[in-house]
């Protein structure tokens, strides 16, 4: 019994935190659906700092990253775009118009309003 | 007489009934505070990004967003979100040819990406195609 006890728990304490996620703050909109999670992700955190399928990246280099990820034609050309809600448009903006560029289709997550 | 043997005390065992109860009040914590929620978002229609400086923006409806304001149209008429998306759904984006679709999207460039969000959903929910400014001037959107 203790055994199994501490199997569950070592279980539920990795379920409660996922390794590699970056911490940022979600914008909230309503109308939201629900998305997949597609294989290529974008992610813009707090202080501006861009990660593609979960490594630091310049920014410029997204458009080769991208396009380089979309050689494989059987990958999804969906890409999860994650941006932190404070970011100015300034800052932001490149990563749109990078997907963009490279053939990909965005996927803007957020969080629902009313939704922590 | 028999010899009386010495009873062999048994070796010191250390009490785990107490084990199973903080292993089973952990696991109830754990079940309480894990949430596994959907991710929530949209698909967003953004066509590849031209320099077009030539084309008439006459047809193309225009929002204007800056961290004090939104704007519709050429006349930059103030509005609220709510009036935005009653706007956008006036439009019938939706059922126009793709290339009649777009809503140029003119950002200011200290606006948070909560208003643009919140207004690109809209834009989203409309029908519509987003056309954002690359370039002061220039629309990154094409027909």
């Known amino acids: 019994m203790g055994d199994i006890a501490f199997l569950l728990i070592i279980f539920f304490i990795l379920a409660s935190i996922p390794k590699g996620q970056v911490e ?24 501006g700092q861009c990660y593609f399928q979960g490594d630091e990246v310049p920014v410029e ?33 490149d990563v749109y118009a990078a997907v963009s560029e490279a053939g990909g289709i965005v996927v803007a997550r957020g969080i629902v309003k009313g939704d922590n | 007489m028999p010899l009386k043997r010495g009873k062999k005390k048994p070796a010191a065992e250390p009490n785990v009934g107490p084990f199973s109860d903080i292993a089973f009040l952990l696991i109830i914590y754990f079940i309480l505070t894990t949430t596994l929620s959907a991710m929530m978002g949209n698909k967003l229609d953004i066509p590849a990004a031209r320099e077009n400086p030539k084309k008439s923006k006459k047809e193309q409806p225009t929002i204007v967003l800056s961290p004090e304001k939104l704007a519709w149209g050429k006349q930059q008429e103030d509005v609220t979100l709510r009036q935005l998306r009653v706007k956008l759904m006036n439009l019938n984006l939706s059922a126009r040819p793709q290339g009649k679709r777009i809503v140029v999207l003119d950002c200011a460039p200290k606006t948070a990406y909560q208003k643009y969000y919140e207004v690109v959903m809209a834009i989203e929910e409309a029908g519509g195609v987003l056309g954002m400014i690359t370039q002061r001037g220039e629309t990154g959107a094409e027909d």
Do not use: C, Q, T
Not at chain 1, 27 to 45: F, H, N, R, T
Not at chain 1, 64 to 85: A, C, H, M, Q
């Open chain 1, 24 to 47: 940022l703050a979600h914008p909230k909109a309503d109308d939201l659906g629900e998305i997949e999670k597609s294989g290529a992700s974008v992610v813009m955190d707090e202080e």
């Open chain 1, 61 to 93: 280099a997204l458009v080769g990253l991208i396009k380089g990820y979309f050689e494989n034609p059987d990958k999804d050309r969906k890409v999860v775009v994650e941006i932190d809600r404070n970011l100015p448009y300034e800052v932001f903006k």
